[in-house]
């Protein structure tokens, strides 16, 4: 491995100490600019950006136009969840009037009439005991899943990446629209929630 000596390094020295000096002097305004704009505690200040580098809230009313979006981005998840707990009665309802179908397609007729109500009371007991296993795969039933569970995570992103931005007002404006969505769509999500997983009270 060659060697320098020690005089030719020495002489090199000088020269290299301008080139640190303007490599620091051309990244410090960077890093202090990439500084200025991470507030990392909840204030009420303008320059915040949301989302997109063009996305800037510079005033009040952008501010202002940024809290009702997110604000009715967060009524918009509430009723998301509400749909996808709405297509998921759906689907349990469907497949307990094909399982109905099918028990009934197999059973006869003179048995029937014989058994009277309890052959009916037997194959009830039957549908809801098929139905607590797992769904059978249906292309048109994960697309529904898949399209719904994507639209649920874009909302979670975003709300995340908002509040990294310590923005009160974008903050207080996402649980506001949280709160006026579950007040306008709970009612619709427990109570498919609850059919779905209390089986006797799935109609057909």
């Known amino acids: 491995m060659p060697r320098f000596p020690p005089h030719l390094s020495l002489s090199l020295l000088p020269l290299l100490l301008p080139l640190v000096h303007a490599q620091h002097a051309h990244s ?13 505690f ?3 200040f303008t320059g915040d950006t949301l989302w997109f580098q063009g996305w800037v809230a510079n005033d009040g009313w952008t501010i202002f136009g940024a809290c009702v979006g997110l604000f009715l981005m967060g009524v918009a998840e509430r009723w998301v969840t509400a749909v996808r707990a709405g297509v998921e009665l ?6 307990n009037a094909n399982e109905y179908v099918k028990l009934s397609g197999d059973t006869k007729r003179d048995e029937e009439k014989k058994d009277g109500e309890k052959k ?4 009830l007991l039957q549908i809801l005991t098929l139905s607590r296993g797992a769904e059978p795969f249906v292309p048109a039933h994960a697309w529904a899943r898949g399209v719904l569970q994507v639209a649920q995570s874009m909302f979670a992103i975003l709300f995340m990446l908002v509040l990294m ?8 404006a996402i649980v506001a ?13 427990d109570a498919a929630t609850a059919k779905v997983h209390g089986y006797g009270h799935v109609g057909i």
């Not at 759906?90 to 497949?95: I, L, N, P, Q, T």
């Not at 629209?177 to 999500?189: A, P």
């Open 28 to 40: 410090a305004p960077s890093m202090s600019l990439a500084h200025s704009h991470m507030t990392a």
């Open 165 to 172: 931005t310590f923005q009160t007002a974008f903050i207080i």
């Open 177 to 189: 629209g949280l709160g006026v969505g579950e007040m306008m769509y709970g009612r619709f999500t």
């Open 90 to 95: 759906a689907f349990v309802r469907e497949r």
């Open 120 to 123: 009916k009371d037997t194959t």
């Open 42 to 44: 909840l204030h009420f």
